[in-house]
């Protein structure tokens, strides 16, 4: 898991930002999917830091659960 440093609101969704190995790297996830996954995409974008995501497995959840 990887912490999300930024989300952007994009036309089909939301633009996750997060650091990997050093770099800055990017990850659109679709709101429909964001919310299967218990995500408010709301949270995300307000608050990006509160989250962690797993790009290999394209999930995104709270950082504390």
């Known amino acids: ?5 930024g989300a952007e609101k ?3 969704g939301i ?6 190995d050093g ?3 990017l990850r659109d996830f ?3 999917e964001l919310v299967a996954m218990g995500v408010n995409p709301l949270d995300l ?3 990006p830091g ?3 995501i797993d790009p290999e497995k394209h ?3 709270e950082r504390f659960l």
């Open 1 to 5: 898991m990887f912490d999300i440093v």
């Open 10 to 12: 994009r036309v089909n």
């Open 15 to 20: 633009e996750v930002t997060y650091r990997k």
């Open 23 to 25: 770099e800055l790297r």
């Open 30 to 32: 679709a709101l429909d």
């Open 45 to 47: 974008l307000a608050d």
């Open 50 to 52: 509160a989250f962690v």
């Open 59 to 61: 999930l995104v959840c």
